[in-house]
Each structure stands twice: as C-alpha cells, then as structure tokens.
C-alpha cells in the first residue's frame, strides 16, 4: 500500500510560482508512475502532468505546457510538480496520484492510489 501526502499549496499572484511535493510511503516508489490532477469546485478532475517511473518521460495537459514542470526524485520517494507563472484558472484542488505500472498515464483510472489534495489559489 503506497500512501501518498501532497504539500506546498497556498495562495500565490498570479505570474508568480508554488512548487507542489508529494512524498510516498514504501520502498518501490520508482515501479510506480506518478500523476498531478486538478478539481475545482463544481468542475471534474482533470489531468495536467505525468512522470514515468524512471522520470525521463513526462506529458503534460496542454493548458500547462511551458509553466508547469513535473519531477520526481526516486531517493526522496518525491514527485514534485513546479508551478511558474499561475493563472486564476489554475486554481483547484491538486492531487497527486500513483498508477498501476511504471509508464506514464493520461487517464485517472489507471491511478490506484491518491493523496487528500492541497488547495492552490491564484490571484489575480
């Protein structure tokens, strides 16, 4: 069972940066390949970023292409996901998810397993 703990959110201007971590539990943390997703109020989750296991493949939503950067660090059992120049409609709910193979994946449901989310809110 992979545990996983999102952290980093806050309020941030927009134009500004946040970087976002999620620390994993277990010892087989690079088999798993590892996802940002996003909600806001009353609008689905959505996908923005994906690392491989191995961290040298990555794919990102287009609306963050060129601002947003996803990295792990296999030592620190750590996905990171850096935030530079937010927008308003970046705001939402970021969770951090770990999927079911070492690959990289667009879709939520080849996610098994989830943090409770952190909370970022750009101003404008």
């Known amino acids: 069972q992979v545990q996983l703990v999102e952290s980093g959110g806050g309020l941030v201007p927009a134009g500004g940066s946040l970087r976002l971590s999620c620390a994993a539990s277990?010892?087989?943390?690079?088999?798993?390949?590892m996802g940002w997703f996003r909600q806001d109020l009353g609008k689905e989750r959505e996908f923005v970023a994906t690392?491989?296991?191995?961290?040298?493949?990555?794919h990102y939503v287009d609306s963050v292409k060129g601002r947003f950067t996803i990295s792990r660090d296999n030592a620190k059992n750590t996905v990171y996901l850096q935030m530079n120049s937010p927008k308003p409609e970046d705001t939402a709910v970021y969770y951090c998810?770990?999927?079911?193979?070492?690959?990289?994946?667009?879709?939520?449901?080849?996610?098994?397993?989830w943090g409770q989310g952190t909370q970022v809110t750009v101003s404008s």
């Open positions: 690392i491989s296991g191995s961290g040298l493949s990555t």
């Open positions: 998810a770990a999927a079911d193979g070492s690959s990289f994946y667009i879709n939520p449901t080849s996610y098994i397993h």
């Open positions: 277990g010892r087989t943390f690079r088999n798993y390949g």
